[in-house]
Structures are given as C-alpha cells and as structure tokens.
C-alpha cells in the first residue's frame, strides 16, 4: 500500500509541467540518460565480464576466471604496450570501475532531488504554479480581450497570495526571531526560498 502512494506521489510530480526545457532537461532527460549508462554498464559488471585482466598462456579457465575476479576486487593497474612486466609500478591501483554505477546513481539522485524538494515545499504556499503556468502559457492561444482577463487573474491571484500571507503582529511579539527573518509564507518570499534550495 505505502509503496502505491509513493509511486502515486511520482508519478504526480512527473506530470506537472509547471518547469521550462531547461529544467526538465536537468531532472527529467539526463536522469533518463543515466539511468540508461547504469543500466548498461551495471548489467555489463554484473551479468557479464566486467574486466579482462592479462594472464599467462598457461593459464586455464578457471585460473583466468580467478585472475579477473581478482582483478576486479582488488583494482587494476595501467600498464604500458613496451613496458616490460618486471618494471610496472603496482602501487598506483585504479580502484574506480566498480563504483561507476553508484556514483552515477548519486548524481541521477543530485539532479532529481531539488525537482523533489521544489515540488514538495510549493504546494504548501499557497500558490497553484502548475495552473499558473498552464494558464500563461496558453495566453498566445486567447484574444486580447481574453488575454488581458487572464493576465489580471494571474496578477490577482499571485497578489492576493502574496499580500495575504503579511501578517501584523502586536509589538510585544516583535521580538521573536522567526518574526525578525524576513522568510517564510508570512513575508510573502516562500517559493523564491524554496527554489533557491
């Protein structure tokens, strides 16, 4: 049940278009593009031979498959094509192939938790952005008679939002410190400190 609504919460936020191109090209498109690079490498390390180490001739398949498994855990070093073996220095270890998956899911992650974050915090302010944006951008559809009225609905209802959320305290509770920063719902300035975040 609880793993429904969370993709219910999703799939709401995904179908908002309350962003431009560039936004959705940040939290939407390049999410998607790396989800493919980790599907694609991950499925290589994990389902296929991730590394093809050098070994001997003598060799067998089980040796190689040893060596290779070794190779992976332990991390691999660059050797070069005329550089004799005896000669390689072995303490400079590559140690990254393995964790590709990972930090490319943490940067999907870094490009779609502001989306998340922003979705989140402006529904509570009291502004309806998607119905907003959905109405100014079908502005080019409209007459200008039609055009002006939804323009001044725009400006009335982000006026009213705003200037409603002003609140004039008695001197005596001044003196708070939430009332002495000048942030939140009631300063009229929450969306725009939301979408700094």
């Given at each position: 049940m609880?793993?429904?609504?969370?993709?219910?919460?999703?799939?709401?936020?995904?179908n908002k278009h309350d962003d431009d191109i560039i936004d959705r090209y940040n939290h939407r498109y390049t999410v998607i593009a790396l989800a493919i690079f980790i599907f694609v490498i991950a499925s290589k390390q994990y389902f296929g031979e991730p590394i093809t180490c050098w070994t001997p001739a003598q060799f067998t398949g089980s040796h190689n498959s040893y060596a290779n498994t070794i190779c992976w855990t332990q991390g691999t070093y660059?050797?070069?094509?005329?550089?004799?073996?005896?000669?390689?220095?072995?303490?400079?270890v590559l140690?990254?192939?393995?964790?590709?998956?990972?930090?490319?899911?943490?940067?999907?992650?870094?490009?779609?938790?502001?989306?998340?974050?922003?979705?989140?915090?402006?529904?509570?302010?009291?502004?309806?952005?998607?119905?907003?944006?959905?109405?100014a951008s079908a502005l080019d559809n409209f007459d200008l008679e039609n055009r002006?009225?939804?323009?001044?609905?725009?400006?009335?209802?982000?006026?009213?939002?705003?200037?409603?959320?002003?609140?004039?305290?008695?001197?005596?509770?001044?003196?708070?410190l939430r009332d002495r920063l000048p942030i939140g719902r009631r300063h009229g300035n929450y969306l725009f400190v939301v979408y700094l975040l």
């Open positions: 609880m793993l429904g609504s969370v993709i219910g919460e999703v799939r709401s936020i995904v660059p050797v070069g094509g005329d550089q004799p073996y005896h000669t390689v220095d072995r303490t400079k140690p990254y192939y393995q964790w590709v998956p990972f930090i490319l899911l943490f940067q999907a992650a870094c490009f779609m938790i502001p989306n998340l974050i922003w979705h989140t915090f402006s529904k509570s302010a009291g502004i309806d952005i998607t119905s907003l944006g959905q109405n002006e009225k939804t323009i001044n609905q725009i400006a009335r209802h982000i006026h009213i939002a705003i200037s409603s959320k002003y609140d004039y305290l008695p001197t005596f509770k001044k003196f708070n």
